[in-house]
Structure formats: C-alpha cells, structure tokens
C-alpha cells in the first residue's frame, strides 16, 4: 500500500550513510508495522460502520461515526506513538543491533514513533472518502504524501547548503515522512468538511 512505500523511500535513501544506517532504520521501519496494523484495523472498523449508516440513508449518524473515528484514530496514534517512543531503547536492543546502527535505529524509532498520529491522521482521512465512495482522492492524497516525503527527505536527510542547514542524517526520513503525512491529512481533512 501507500503507506508502506514511505518506509521503503527512506530505506533506499538512507542507503547513502551505509550499512549501519540501513540496519538501524530497518529495525525501526519493522516496529512501524505494528502501529499501521492497529491503525488500519481501525479504519477498517470504522469504513464499515461509516458505510452502513450511509446505506441506511443515515448522513447525521455517519458524520458522527466519522468525527467520533478521527478522533478516536489520533488518540489512539498519539498514545501508541508515546508508549512505542519510550521503549525505544530496549526494543531496538532486542533486535540485538550496536553501534552506529543502535544508535541510528532509536533515533529513527523514536522520531517515527511520536509521529504515528500523523500516519493515523492520514490513515483515517483516507478510510473516510473510501467509506463516502471516493476513490480518486485517497489515491491521489497518498501518491501526493509519497512525492512531498521524497522531497523532503533530501534536503532533511542531507541538508541544504545555500540555507545553511546540515540536514538530519537519516532520522531526517522520519521527520519528512511526519511532515508529509500531516501536510496529506491536512488537505484530506478540509475535504472531508
């Protein structure tokens, strides 16, 4: 899906600082499934519901279904991201990486991690214009997520000279993905309304 295709950019570009860069992120972008699959989870739920209240001829109660679920999403993304950051640390030990790449993998799982509302914000954005019948604009606001985080992720990850800005390394991936998917959601939000 979409969603993944962020953790796949920053792996081929976080190539570029090498081996131990590319272990670290890894482990990070693995224990990032786990939030995606809860998120997802509760897109799936809350389509269904969205949708029957829709065939029913019942807009008011899917329109509560769908704040109540947006929510519900962030809430739920800000709480996992906050519990996953904290334990950062002993999970990426318990991948049994060191180094460099220790180091690269918690910068780039605790980043990634209180970020998780921005992935459940688009998430959730895009399981309400499937669930009303709309496919075009999910697909075209998660191609536009994963071109703006392609962009990002160059000047963030290796900087930017003629601004003066040194660029992230690869945590700079993380940061671009969040802000992608906020600035993604954003749009989906105002089109929801």
Do not use: K
């Amino acid at each position: 899906s979409c969603h993944v295709l962020f953790n796949l950019v920053d792996l081929v570009l976080v190539g570029r600082f090498g081996e131990e860069a590319v272990a670290g992120v890894h482990v990070a972008s693995t224990v990032g499934f786990l939030p995606m699959i809860v998120g997802n989870g509760i897109g799936v739920a809350t389509m269904a519901l969205i949708a029957q209240s829709l065939g029913a001829g019942d807009r008011g109660e899917a329109r509560t279904i769908s704040s109540w679920s947006q929510a519900f999403t962030l809430s739920v993304g800000v709480m996992l991201g906050l519990a996953l950051a904290m334990i950062a640390g002993p999970i990426v030990d318990w991948h049994g990486i060191g180094g460099e790449a220790r180091t690269y993998g918690y910068q780039y799982l605790v980043v990634s991690s209180l970020g998780t509302f921005s992935m459940f914000a688009l998430m959730q954005c895009t399981t309400t214009m499937r669930a009303l019948g709309e496919a075009w604009m999910p697909f075209a606001l998660l191609v536009a997520a994963n071109v703006l985080n392609l962009a990002l992720n160059i000047p963030m990850m290796f900087g930017w000279e003629a601004l003066g800005f040194a660029g992230w390394g690869p945590v700079g991936a993380a940061w671009a993905s969040i802000i992608a998917r906020l600035l993604a959601a954003g749009v989906g939000y105002w089109w929801i309304a």
